[in-house]
């Protein structure tokens, strides 16, 4: 399974950007997510998305702002953030688990086997 990632950019505080996230070779995820690092933090959950049901989950620090969705037909994973904040800034990874993550574990990266490549989002004060 390959994950691409794509959408980061700079923009500013208050500002809206989208992400895309293209899965290809095959998979039966049962989640699809979206997790972002800074250099001075370990890697955080943001949101993931039953592929089925299309329940979504998302980090207390983005819920409200951020809204995770998937295109079955494009095999894709959008991550639609508004009202950016400068604590926002990092670089967005999607990942995908391998179809047997039980809900408890959905926001745990250890529970997601494929990763794409990351995508840099700056948000200017």
């Given amino acids: 399974v390959q994950l691409q990632a794509s959408g980061g950019g700079l923009v500013q505080a208050g500002g ?5 996230c293209a899965a290809s ?6 989640y699809m997510a979206w997790f972002r690092q800074t250099p001075e933090k370990e890697r955080e959950f943001v949101a993931t998305i039953e592929w089925r049901t ?15 969705s998937r295109s079955s037909r494009e095999n894709t994973v959008y991550l ?14 999607c990942a995908a688990d391998m ?20 995508t ?3 948000v200017s004060s």
């Fill in 16 to 20: 809206s950007l989208k992400l895309s």
């Fill in 25 to 30: 070779g095959g998979t039966s995820s049962r």
């Fill in 54 to 68: 299309r329940y979504t989950y998302y980090a207390d620090s983005v819920k409200g702002r951020f809204t995770i």
């Fill in 80 to 93: 639609e953030m508004n009202n950016l904040k400068p604590e926002d800034t990092a670089v967005y990874y």
């Fill in 99 to 118: 179809g047997r993550t039980i809900l408890s574990a959905n926001r745990n990266p250890t529970s997601y086997a494929y990763w794409g490549q990351g």
């Fill in 120 to 122: 840099l989002v700056t």
